[in-house]
């Protein structure tokens, strides 16, 4: 599966921005989509995952209550809605798709991703 990221860009602190990340290719009812970043000299985490199949969501803890993940069936794209950004959002976001059956969870750790975007890079100013 091919994927390609877009929506990146300069936002101010408190500010909202999207991402998103249109999947090409053969996939399967239960696959999976997700978001990482990585910061400057940190290591890739991930931030959100979602399962095509039941909408299961998961999200890292310092994202919770600002970050949304969904998805759009028919343009098999899936979308990170990234609101109240902070200076520590800043980062290279990835998105990666998991074209396994996933069952069971947490999504977090039955998601091992495959097929990855290319960066987009978010950078909040304070």
């Known amino acids: 599966v091919q994927l390609q990221a877009s929506g990146g860009g300069l936002v101010q602190a408190g500010g909202s921005l999207r991402l998103s990340c249109a999947a090409s290719g053969r996939t399967f009812s239960g696959y999976a989509m997700g978001w990482f970043r990585q910061a400057p000299e940190k290591e890739r985490m991930i931030v959100a995952v979602?399962?095509?199949?039941?909408?299961?969501?998961y999200y890292t803890d310092p994202v919770k209550g600002r970050f949304t993940i969904s998805r759009d069936n028919v343009k098999n794209t899936v979308y990170l809605q990234m609101n109240s950004v902070k200076p520590e959002d800043t980062a290279v976001y990835y998105c990666?798709?998991?074209?396994?059956?996933?069952?069971?969870?947490?999504?977090?750790?039955?998601?091992?991703?495959?097929?990855w975007g290319q960066g987009t890079r978010v950078t909040v100013s304070s």
């Open positions: 990666a798709a998991d074209v396994r059956n996933i069952v069971g969870g947490p999504l977090n750790t039955v998601f091992n991703p495959a097929s």
């Open positions: 979602i399962r095509w199949s039941d909408g299961d969501t």
